[in-house]
């Protein structure tokens, strides 16, 4: 009961939709992009797990860089970003160039973007990474939630 009064109000401070077709295809695409936007900020600037949680479905998967791990279950996802959040800092996060695709009757995005991030290591060493990020995201409940994700990295 307490995260669905927690999802009510975050739906009311930034203004989620039932989706039901009162919305142009654009705002439903800004609601899915803000969603992910949250998510970014939720782990990389507030390190606020417990309001991460209300984005992921509970059988999420990622697909991350260096190796061939497969992260699933949003309990996991949450475990591997606490370990961010005891390992590093963020210094910087921007996210560009977001494209935002629907489908299944605007209940299912596809968000593409790019993203430069800064940490800072526990050595207090400085490192920038440049990132291509993909989120599915399915619009259920009366909020969007992410149930993929697929991140590399990249030189520019």
């Known amino acids: 009961m307490k995260i669905r009064h927690l999802s009510i109000i975050f739906c009311f401070l930034f203004s989620c939709s039932d989706n039901s077709g009162r919305q142009s295809d654009e705002d439903i695409k800004q609601d899915a992009w803000n969603t992910v936007k949250s ?8 390190e606020n797990m417990d309001s991460l949680s209300l984005f992921f479905h509970d059988d999420m998967v990622i697909f991350s860089p260096g190796g061939k791990e497969r992260l699933h279950g949003k309990n996991n996802i949450i475990k591997s970003y606490e370990e961010y959040a005891r390992y ?68 520019k």
């Open 39 to 46: 998510i970014n900020r939720h782990w990389a600037i507030t």
């Open 88 to 155: 590093a800092e963020t210094v910087s996060l921007s996210e560009t160039e977001p494209m935002i695709q629907l489908y299944s009757g605007n209940k299912t995005a596809v968000v593409t973007y790019f993203a430069d991030l800064m940490i800072k290591t526990p050595d207090e060493q400085i490192q920038s990474f440049f990132c291509k990020d993909m989120y599915m995201l399915i619009f259920e409940n009366g909020q969007w939630q992410a149930v993929a994700q697929h991140y590399s990295f990249y030189d």
